[in-house]
């Protein structure tokens, strides 16, 4: 039932993606060209494209020392304007981390023609797995509901992005305690994006995230009731084009907390400052399909 | 008659050497096996049938398979010369090349080892893993300092190449090291740097480095937690540093090279701001470039020039390997 359903979807891929030849050679098939739907956490207004698969992860062993914080998202292109994907969206923990929230949802590109000073526009929405963390006898589930618009504006080599993020965060304790509260958030993202290269683009990203509080997640015992609000999440790096299927990302991350507990601000840079290290995969595997089966061919 | 005679003497001659021109010879492509089981069926069996032993004649009408000849690759060009992302101990506003590799270790009198090992992103960027012997501990005031060996570090660097918007433009980059948690006598420590820097080609012989830098360390131990971003013990001056240096290559070769930058240095026994402080620390030396792969750097290190403490001086040496194997792979790979 599950591979019919998959089936299904991926036989309502309504446009062709190129080089879906019985005959055409591996290399072919890799060489491209794909496009990305993200910056970095920040989604764009384009999708990755039909028969194409894109896999994400980054992370970095500094924010939280001694613990693997990570990212991943995997996005499936359905058709040429709108992707499903999995992914987990940023928000800050009751632990202070940027402790992503999984999320799965569907990103669609509004078909309307492109043209100069025309920005490309796209939304997003993404339906939030609850996330749980246990302290002592209490639990604390985390999760994050979002619906996102965002444009794109291309000026040479440089390219705006633009966007706002309407978050629905959900808490909610249990165990030895029982509690639960929810807030939605309106929060703005920015980004931009300098072609240096071929194959460079230096990338900047500042976005709004939930930040979820709870005292007794550092201090055992304590009585406060949780509480949402949201913190500032920017990132600085390169997206550097290894192979036309493969992306590398490094990134200077910093993490501005609302909570005064949860960091001293711009100047606590051993605790607000990281180096994240990722890549972005993408398979074409309409192309693969038609090759390796006769399946999907153009 | 005569005439007759003299025209079909001459006509019979240049035949004669025209005719074995006609066939390729044996080290000509095309040519047909000298040895009998060689060539075509048809011609193993001419031979066979010969009853003679020696190779048949070549039948012009068979097809003999041909081997394309191999694309010849182009000779590559000479990789060009590498600007380091370090003058001895302080960062340049250059970046390493995409893909490029660069590896330095480094020994010195004091005992100390130090590692760094990085890898240049797309032109624009670069990341690294080190181990630095930079960071001092000193029990109590006073108190001989020793280095916290190894410190591990990761760095990012990002900018832009000199000359790359405008003719006259420096190299700029904005760099960010930080360190792993390291727990050294019960206390633990980390460190954290933002940097940037600017590096100008003066002429052909000079290059000058300058930057600036914002530090942040922490010290947790049993009864004490604190940080240089504290502001109950530090001011915002504690965390920032001005930081340079100086290249200058007097032979082809050679570089004498230059530079004063920061390190930090925790006291575990001392309160308010002597736990944590910067120390200057200067640095002079050589390059010599003894292969485009490989270069040897010795010079003098004085970890706390402020104190004007020649006895602490250390003497280093140490060896850079850089490597274009792997842009060389990803360019054929493309």
């Not at chain 1, 808490?171 to 994006?193: C, H, K, N, W």
């Not at chain 2, 925790?266 to 944590?276: H, K, N, P, V, W």
């Not at chain 2, 402080?277 to 200067?282: E, F, G, K, Y």
């Amino acid at each position: 039932m599950r591979s019919v359903a998959l089936l299904g979807i991926l036989a309502a891929s309504t446009a062709a993606a190129d080089d879906r030849q019985p005959d055409a050679t591996l290399g072919h098939i890799f060489r491209g060209p794909f496009g990305s739907s993200r910056l970095f956490s920040m989604p764009t207004a384009d999708v990755i494209g039909a028969y194409i698969i894109s896999i994400s992860g980054d992370g970095s062993l500094l924010q939280d020392p001694g613990r693997l914080t990570s990212a991943a998202v995997i996005a499936i292109g359905f058709g040429d304007l709108a992707q499903l994907e999995y992914r987990e969206t940023a928000a800050i923990s009751v632990t202070g981390v940027d402790a992503p929230v999984p999320a799965a949802g569907v990103q669609l590109k509004l078909p309307l023609p492109e043209g100069a000073y025309v920005p490309a526009l796209g939304v997003a929405l993404r339906v939030g797995v609850a996330r749980r963390e246990q302290f002592a006898a209490t639990s604390v589930d985390e999760s994050v509901h979002d619906f996102y618009a965002v444009s794109r504006e291309r000026l040479g080599a440089l390219v705006l992005h633009g966007g706002l993020r309407i978050s629905s965060a959900h808490i909610v304790l249990g165990g030895d305690r029982m509690f639960s509260l929810q807030r939605t958030l309106y929060l703005p993202t920015a980004g931009a994006e300098i072609v240096m290269n071929r194959e460079a683009r230096l990338v900047g990203e500042a976005t709004a995230a939930p930040e979820f509080h709870w005292r007794g997640a550092m201090v055992p015992g304590a009585p406060e009731d949780p509480t949402i609000g949201y913190g500032l999440l920017a990132r600085l790096g390169v997206r550097w084009r290894l192979f036309p299927s493969v992306t590398l990302d490094a990134t200077l991350g910093y993490q501005l907390a609302e909570s005064p507990a949860q960091g001293d601000g711009p100047r606590d840079v051993v605790s607000a400052w990281d180096i994240r290290l990722g890549a972005e995969v993408f398979v074409p595997w309409g192309a693969l399909a038609c090759r390796a089966a006769g399946a999907f061919c153009d | 008659m005569k005439r007759v005679l003299i025209v079909t003497s001459a006509s019979v001659t240049l035949v004669a050497i025209a005719a074995p021109r006609a066939q390729p010879g044996p080290e000509e492509p095309g040519a047909p096996a000298a040895t009998a089981g060689s060539g075509s069926d048809l011609d193993s069996g001419s031979a066979a049938g010969s009853g003679s032993g020696s190779a048949a004649p070549a039948n012009p009408y068979v097809d003999v398979p041909v081997e394309p000849p191999k694309p010849v690759k182009p000779p590559r060009m000479r990789d060009p010369r590498i600007n380091m992302p370090e003058v001895l101990t302080t960062p340049t506003g250059w970046l390493l090349p995409a893909a490029v590799l660069y590896s330095r270790t480094a020994l010195d009198t004091g005992g100390g080892l130090s590692s760094d090992n990085r890898v240049g992103l797309g032109d624009v960027a670069e990341f690294g893993i080190a181990t630095t012997d930079r960071v001092r501990a000193r029990a109590v005031p006073g108190a001989q300092t020793d280095q916290i060996e190894p410190y591990v570090t990761a760095t990012f660097r990002m900018g832009v190449a000199e000359s790359r918007l405008f003719p006259q433009q420096p190299g700029l980059v904005l760099g960010f090291v930080k360190s792993f948690e390291r727990n050294h006598d019960g206390f633990m420590t980390r460190i954290a740097e933002l940097t940037v820097v600017q590096s100008k080609h003066i002429g052909a012989r000079t290059a000058i480095h300058l930057g600036a830098a914002f530090w942040d360390a922490s010290l947790k131990g049993a009864t004490t937690d604190t940080s240089l971003h504290d502001r109950a013990t530090h001011t915002i001056g504690d965390q920032i540093r001005a930081f340079g240096g100086l290249e200058v290559h007097p032979l082809p070769r050679s570089e004498i090279l230059i530079d004063l930058g920061w390190s930090p240095e925790f006291c575990y026994g001392c309160a308010g701001r002597d736990q944590i402080q910067l120390r200057p620390q200067l640095s002079w030396g050589v390059r010599y470039e003894v292969a485009d792969w490989m270069h040897l750097e010795s010079g003098v290190r004085i970890p706390d020039i402020g104190a004007a403490n020649l006895l602490d001086a250390q003497i280093f040496g140490q060896v850079t390997f850089t490597s274009w194997a792997l842009r060389h792979a990803v360019d054929d790979l493309k």
